[in-house]
């Protein structure tokens, strides 16, 4: 599998603003709905693998006990939610639309542009795969959908389960472009598209078995890229540093992420060869803001600049680092059915 690393820092410059001035608002909100949460159960077996959870290495994740499957080393919180306690409004603002075009350019359309290069040097010509049938699942506001109709792409469909979403998306694309469902194995099924995409969309999924089954029923040839979070340096800023709002694994929409080999156990389960992978993340902007928030009120303004100042030189540099060392937050994943 051919891998490349990093992506500029500068391409999510927008959210990680907003996120920061939106830091104490997230952290209060966070931990007002954890405290509003009853569990339903306790997992004994990995969501991921199906195998047992015994003796599995566990930690304790801002008061949340998680465990690493002993075989797919998938992490997961040890306390299974409902389905309702785990909706989170808020997190995901409304944009208007020159905002909605922004994200669709600095953010997704670099993801089309890596799967099509991918594709076009082992798979079909771009121009080709721009005449192929897509279908995103867990379109989110249609940022990606957005992105692959600006590039010419004729047949975009997808799916998502929260209606305000749907319909967001709908009024960016046109109408019917997204349908509103929560069973995805289902729709996956009835598609005739022969590309699927799904970003940041497979870790909200309590149970993937409909998901991996309709995946694995597609047709020889069939592409799927994806990404996913995974347990990296973020993760571990976010167990060490109580202070700082968890973007990675938030106990409440993350309650599991990936890792190198729970990627791998889910491409044998629904039986695709990886083609290549992305991997990058944003730990290093999560370093900066776990490091520079203590130090808002044990350090003088000039002082704080100075060391705001070093700490952004470094970024890039930080980042490529973890990334290189498969330390990132994130893997987007591109994949055949076998
Ligand atoms: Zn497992």
Redesign the pocket.
Known sequence: MKTKYSKPLGDISLESEEWIANEDRILAQQSEHLASCEPSGIRTE?L??G?SLNDAPRFSHRSISYLS?P??T?IQAEEILSDAASCFDGVYPALEIDLWQSRCNRIYTPKLQWILNELDSSWMPSGKCLREHWFEIGTGAGYFLGALKAAGAVHCRGIDADPHLVARANSFLGKDTVACTGNFGHAIEGSQANIFVSFFVLEHLSDPLPLIKSLRSKPAGTIFAFSVPTYGLSAILESAFGCHAARNLDNILHRQLYTDA?IE?LLRSIDYEPLAQWVFGQDALDFKRAILKPLLSTYDRKMFSYVEARLNDIMELLQGAVDISHLADARHVLAVKR
């Open positions: 990995c991921l693998c195998l499957c075989q797919c998938h729970s156990r």
